[in-house]
């Protein structure tokens, strides 16, 4: 469940990043109607990217707490 969130995250950061190099293109090209929609969509995909994040790195820290529990009673 964790590698599935961590690649939830990756892919939110590639969209924005992808964005907003599509806003600097725009801008570039004085289109700065265009631009803004592309930043405006970039915020959108950053802030999904930082909720996956959050919610990848949870699951991660679930899993590695529940892996140490689990390893070290038996003998």
Request: aromatic share 0%; net charge positive; charged share 30%.
């Amino acid at each position: 469940m964790a590698n599935n969130a961590h690649r939830k995250a990756a892919e939110h950061h590639e969209n924005a990043a992808k964005s907003h190099k599509t806003a600097a293109d725009h801008h570039d090209k004085g289109n700065h109607d265009e631009a803004m929609k592309h930043s405006e969509t970039a915020h959108e995909h950053s802030t999904k990217a930082h909720e996956a994040s959050g919610k990848a790195h949870t699951a991660s820290s679930e899993a590695s707490s529940k892996a140490g529990s689990s390893s070290g009673s038996k003998k």
